[in-house]
């Protein structure tokens, strides 16, 4: 059965649907109040492990918002369980082993991503399932400089002191190690695929880690091959690259059919930036959903008119909901963006 | 008595001295042990409202390093105490009694800057009698919006949600805010050159909270008074707008003698985005300073060399230095910025 609403596939694939599409990220989640009564019975790592839960919250935003696609809930740090971290959340992540020297490089035993991530592919099966071909389903992983972060900070970071410091005094093992997860990543996108995925983002959420010099050095050549490899399973391939405006230009140079933007450079100069041959998504600032409705309104409208010089344009914002949004702005937000190409 | 070093001054007004300066940001702090033994006996807020623990800590770092200017030891938070907000260190900043909405402004009661920051006025005279003409003292203060921050959210964020709500909320309200702030920093900033500060800098920590748009509509037009009144008092101005590279655009409009520069763009890029009319201060990483000397020397050099297609460079990190930093690297980064020009 084909499916009811292509307004997302057909703009990643650069045409111009009647209505421009919308979809939010992490819109399933802890801004909706259904999805909090699920978490008030599991925690976040059972809630992952459940093919069932995992459906469920991930259909949640549908039935309350007009939205163009739905995203697979997971964590972009599930893949860890394939490279041997213990990752916990209690709420923020943590990795009890965090890989800082060379010795342990050395001693990292990757795994192969569907002995140890089945889980999500029960859970992409699910929501296909659930899904019923109402709106594509979008799965994802980090880039590969994101998960390394993760792996080698063990949890959050201002500076990435740890990952800095690994990269400048031991740069074949750090490659090795981007290497490594790169190719576990590249297996994992291919098994969310099998199970029936429509397209692909890939979040490189800590791109500003770096300075734009050592983001060309060190991370972007793993992401573009990751972006070449994902774009060789037949979905559509989004990348994102956020927290400096500066790396746009070196994200026009991944073969992703959509460049994600985020909030901190304008939408119309990042189509300068990147060409208007690109196919973009973003980027309303998430915290223009506690403006007044007509000030949220104005500023989805004046992103959505940026849009417009693109190749296509998927409506996002530059980040994630923030979970203290009313939902009731967040249905203004997509009717004010479908109602726009009305 | 003529300052024994005018290098940094020369810079500052345009002219490139023999070799270029260098100071650091943070450079009297947590990462030498001198400092660490001070603060083992008082708090953050005792040292601050200690005019000869501040001369003290002033001038730790210019008896290890061969540093071209000194920045007073104080804190950026300082200026609240005028502002009627309690503020307490730790060792975050915590304001006990934030402002959050239209009541809250119109309530505020703005003090006089010379009534309430005595304490700073003495430690800048206190420096200045120490430092006997040796390297010129910078003095400084936040931009509006980074202190306004401060003031409505009550301590550090993410996503400056109160900030941010109540501007899209209360947009006059808000700009009253800002300029009533931007009128306290002015009287501040005064208050420094009486005792003697031979130049100002201006910390926009959190240029990054808001979009370039909004930047421009409701910051830049008050940070922009603020340095035009900071120009008046007849020492140079350093405008440090940090976080978001695209703001180097707007920060190219700012009246300053210099613009700071942080390490998310590559200086060459910066210069050529502000023009080579331009003095520039900064921008290595803080974190190169974890790399092995042989490559901290070559990141410093590279730094220099970009530095030279400005009118002048003052050569700095491109954020405050981290505490974990050995002192040994920080003496090679300041002598290596000195060989390259002898």
Redesign the interface.
């Known amino acids: 059965m084909p499916l009811a609403n292509t307004s997302f596939l057909d703009a990643c694939r650069g045409q111009r649907p009647a209505r421009t599409p919308v979809w939010v990220m992490r819109q399933a989640g802890r801004y909706l109040p259904e999805y909090r009564a699920v978490r008030s019975k599991v925690s976040f790592t059972e809630l992952c492990h459940s093919p069932q839960l995992c459906a469920e919250v991930t259909l949640q935003p549908l039935d309350r918002f007009d939205l163009d696609a739905a995203i697979l809930f997971s964590d972009i740090l599930t893949v860890l369980d394939a490279l041997g971290a213990e990752v916990e959340f209690n709420p923020a992540p943590h990795v009890a082993n965090p890989v800082r020297t060379l010795s342990d490089i050395d001693g990292l035993q990757f795994g192969k991503a569907d002995d140890h991530l089945g889980y999500v592919y029960d859970a992409v099966s699910a929501c296909k399932k659930a899904l019923n071909n109402r709106v594509p389903l979008i799965g994802f992983c980090g880039a590969p400089l994101t998960t390394a972060s993760y792996l080698v900070e063990g949890g959050g970071t201002k500076?990435?002191?740890n990952t800095?410091?690994l990269m400048?005094?031991e740069p074949a093992a750090f490659g090795r190690l981007m290497e490594g997860i790169t190719t576990i990543l590249i297996d994992y996108l291919a098994g969310q695929v099998r199970q029936g995925i429509d397209a692909i983002q890939i979040f490189e959420s800590w791109a500003?880690a770096l300075?734009?010099?050592?983001y060309r050095e060190h991370a972007l050549p793993h992401l573009t091959r990751l972006v070449t490899e994902a774009k060789k399973l037949g979905v559509p391939v989004i990348a994102f690259v956020r927290g400096?405006?500066?790396l746009m230009e070196q994200a026009a140079t991944l073969p992703a059919d959509v460049l994600g933007v985020d909030?901190?450079?304008?939408l119309s100069?990042a189509i300068e930036v990147v060409g208007a041959d690109k196919v973009v998504q973003g980027n309303l600032?998430?915290?223009?959903l506690?403006?007044?409705p007509e000030?949220l309104a104005a500023k989805t409208r004046a992103v959505l008119q940026e849009g417009r010089a693109a190749k296509a344009h998927i409506f996002n914002l530059g980040h994630g909901i923030?979970r203290?949004t009313d939902p009731e702005q967040m249905k203004l937000l997509v009717d004010t963006v479908h109602e726009a190409d009305a």
């Open positions: 500076d990435f002191l800095k410091r400048f005094t500003a300075t734009p010099e050592d400096n405006a500066t909030w901190s450079i304008q100069r600032d998430p915290i223009a506690f403006a007044p000030v923030s203290h």
